[in-house]
């Protein structure tokens, strides 16, 4: 228990030479965000993801089984913009590669003016989510959730992907001293699990009361949050902003 909890503070507040940094708090609170944005994408749009590929994948093949309350086209056009997003992120991840504070600022920058533009189609829509608005916010959230994972990958902080939680869980059990493991950073993976239980709670709670624009309002400041402190803190040569070797 006392190693859970000082890897979970040294996770929320760094410790000075810690090798990532401020990177560990800032990804915690995109991991927050995604858990909201799925939540929007899944609940406001018709069960569909924009950050969960693998969800796409199976959605896909239940659509075209001819299961009900799916649709094949969503999917396809949520995969094909997260791909373009990551497609982005990965030219920004290789142009950014020698400073990881500004490679996280810039990425999240974009990805804020991503989601604030959907946020503003649902605010001129007045909340209606038709055809046309409903696609339109799909590639705009695909591409912001595609974005954020090719930056995910490139910082490359240990057991803080954003967005994934399979290798999470599975960590948690399989490296557990119960499995005979040493249990390597126990505090960090719970709280990336509860990022984004708490985003997709959140969530569910202002969806469920019919506040689709309010919740990626929500979106929008912890994004821009993220990417001011990131570029605040950016302009430091620290050595958690050099590249993983």
Known sequence: ???LLTDAAHTLAPP??????????????????????????????GHVFVANMTGNVVFLGFALAGAEGLSA????????????????????ANRFAAHRGRLLAITVALETVLVAAAAITVAASHGEVNTGVRYTLIVLLGLAMGLQNAAARRLGVPDLTTTVLTLTLT??????????????????????VL??????????ELLLGSRLALTLGLVVVLLAATSLT?????????????PLS
């Open 195 to 204: 990022a984004i239980f708490l985003g997709a709670l959140v969530g569910a």
């Open 1 to 3: 228990m006392h190693k």
């Open 16 to 45: 000075k030479g810690d090798r990532h940094g401020p990177l560990p708090p800032l990804m915690l609170v995109l991991t927050v965000a995604t858990g909201l944005v799925d939540a929007v994408s899944y609940l406001g749009l």
């Open 171 to 192: 960590g948690l059990a399989a490296d557990s001293t119960a499995a005979g493991g040493s249990a390597p950073r126990p505090g960090r993976r719970i709280l990336s």
């Open 230 to 242: 990131a570029f605040r803190l950016s302009a430091s040569n620290a050595g958690w902003t050099k």
């Open 73 to 92: 086209l969503a999917s396809l056009v949520s995969m094909a913009a997260f791909l373009a997003g990551a497609l982005l992120g990965g030219r920004f």
